[in-house]
């Protein structure tokens, strides 16, 4: 007897797409404390609506509530309490008006086949390999009759013809062979005559197996003008590693544009008050900057007895001055940094003009 095709069981299963955990909502999820159990809880809760397009009921007819979740994912009840609220906030669950729970990603998540379809597409795909397997057989027959007729000068041709060689697909990393993925980055960088820190390349590196892993394709042409770009953003002082680890984590098919945020700070000038001759009295522009003046400020007081503006020896009148400053941050219980960086950098007014 042929079963019926309408009674037959069909197999769920749950796609994931490959950015996943790049989105915006899944990253704010995880960020949180205990983030890793939200996501989990998440997946399990995706992997039981599948068969009812998303829906959460009981026995189709119950919604769940917090204990029955917790009870049947294995989650504590108030991980469970806590990740309910965020996935709604986020727009990732929605409450419907019998009170049953909604998983709107599941709808475009979900794939689905019978046993039968199952049997078949193994069926296909081992005869496309069979077929495939013979043809690449019939081709290497020929292609081994055909090399005896190739001298040793077109095999030169054929070697400088890189650059006209098809889009190199990356492929995994193989740590026994150095010129695996990453070895091609690696020698682009030496054929072009490039020259990078140990870090940045260690980076690069980490973006040649990121590139591989996604299965993004990418031509030798390509991977020079991405080099070429990165050494021209260092030389104009970007922070290249930055850049590179930040195109990773956000799932960029490239390497991003540059913004000011990733300007290395100490290849910035300094700029200068010009009201005063110290060169180390500065008009500081960003956190680094303010700590260099508040160790300079220390320094002129407290071991040199500079006026820090001019680098003068003190008056008595600003000793005394000082030594009242000094008393006071003691009286406030906080260290003489600590009452520079307060009063003197942070105001941007000299201590020897506070009364």
Same mark, same amino acid.
């Given at each position: 007897?042929?079963?019926?095709?309408?009674?037959?069981?069909?197999?769920?299963?749950?796609? !994931?797409?490959? %950015?996943?955990? $790049?989105?915006?909502?899944?990253? #704010?999820?995880?960020?949180?404390? $205990?983030?890793?159990?939200?996501? /989990?809880?998440?997946?399990?809760?995706?992997?039981?609506? #599948?068969?009812?397009?998303?829906?959460?009921?009981?026995?189709?007819?119950?919604?769940?509530?917090?204990?029955?979740?917790? *009870?049947?994912?294995?989650?504590?009840?108030?991980?469970?309490?806590?990740?309910?609220?965020?996935?709604?906030?986020?727009?990732?669950?929605?409450?419907? %008006? +019998?009170?049953?729970?909604?998983?709107?990603?599941?709808?475009?998540?979900?794939?689905?086949?019978?046993?039968?379809?199952?049997?078949?597409?193994?069926?296909?795909?081992?005869?496309?390999?069979?077929?495939?397997?013979?043809?690449?057989?019939?081709?290497?027959? @020929? =292609?081994?009759?055909?090399?005896?007729?190739?001298?040793?000068?077109?095999? *030169?041709?054929?070697?400088?013809?890189? +650059?006209?060689?098809?889009?190199?697909?990356?492929?995994? &990393?193989?740590?026994?062979?150095?010129?695996?993925?990453?070895?091609?980055?690696?020698?682009?960088?030496? +054929?072009?005559?490039? *020259?990078?820190? &140990?870090?940045?390349?260690?980076?690069?590196?980490?973006?040649?197996?990121?590139?591989?892993?996604?299965?993004?394709? #990418?031509?030798?042409? @390509? #991977?020079?003008?991405? !080099?070429?770009?990165?050494?021209?953003?260092?030389?104009?002082?970007?922070? /290249?590693?930055?850049?590179?680890?930040?195109?990773?984590?956000?799932?960029?098919?490239?390497?991003?544009?540059?913004?000011?945020?990733?300007?290395?700070?100490?290849?910035?000038?300094?700029?200068?008050?010009?009201?005063?001759?110290?060169?180390?009295?500065?008009?500081?522009?960003?956190?680094?900057?303010?700590? +260099?003046?508040?160790?300079?400020?220390?320094?002129?007081?407290?071991?040199?007895?500079?006026?820090?503006?001019?680098?003068?020896?003190?008056?008595?009148?600003?000793?005394?001055?000082?030594?009242?400053?000094?008393?006071?941050?003691? =009286?406030?219980?906080? =260290?003489?940094?600590?009452?520079?960086?307060?009063?003197?950098?942070?105001?941007? /007014?000299?201590?020897?003009?506070?009364?």
């Amino acid at each position: 007897m042929i079963p019926n095709k309408s009674s037959q069981k069909r197999f769920f299963w749950l796609k !994931l797409y490959h %950015d996943f955990f $790049n989105r915006d909502e899944i990253r #704010i999820i995880e960020s949180q404390p $205990n983030g890793k159990d939200y996501i /989990i809880f998440y997946l399990k809760l995706m992997l039981k609506s #599948i068969n009812d397009n998303g829906k959460l009921l009981f026995k189709d007819t119950i919604p769940y509530t917090p204990e029955m979740l917790a *009870s049947i994912t294995n989650t504590s009840i108030d991980t469970v309490r806590v990740a309910i609220d965020a996935f709604a906030k986020l727009g990732l669950i929605t409450m419907l %008006d +019998d009170g049953a729970l909604f998983m709107q990603e599941v709808q475009k998540m979900v794939g689905s086949e019978t046993a039968d379809a199952e049997r078949m597409r193994v069926k296909r795909a081992a005869d496309k390999s069979q077929l495939k397997l013979t043809q690449k057989n019939k081709k290497q027959t @020929q =292609s081994e009759h055909c090399s005896k007729n190739v001298t040793l000068e077109n095999k *030169s041709i054929e070697l400088k013809s890189k +650059d006209n060689i098809p889009p190199y697909i990356p492929h995994s &990393d193989n740590s026994n062979n150095k010129f695996g993925v990453i070895g091609i980055w690696l020698e682009h960088i030496a +054929d072009i005559g490039l *020259s990078f820190t &140990d870090d940045e390349i260690l980076a690069i590196s980490e973006f040649a197996k990121y590139k591989s892993e996604s299965g993004q394709s #990418i031509t030798s042409q @390509q #991977i020079k003008l991405i !080099l070429q770009n990165l050494n021209a953003h260092k030389k104009t002082g970007y922070d /290249i590693c930055r850049m590179i680890r930040h195109s990773i984590a956000s799932g960029y098919k490239g390497v991003m544009t540059p913004t000011k945020d990733f300007l290395i700070n100490v290849n910035k000038p300094v700029v200068r008050t010009g009201k005063y001759p110290s060169s180390e009295y500065i008009t500081p522009e960003n956190q680094a900057q303010k700590y +260099d003046l508040r160790n300079y400020l220390e320094r002129c007081y407290m071991r040199d007895m500079v006026d820090p503006r001019t680098g003068t020896a003190l008056t008595d009148s600003q000793k005394s001055l000082f030594n009242a400053h000094f008393l006071r941050c003691k =009286s406030m219980s906080i =260290s003489i940094t600590d009452y520079i960086y307060r009063n003197e950098v942070m105001t941007g /007014i000299c201590l020897l003009d506070q009364p």
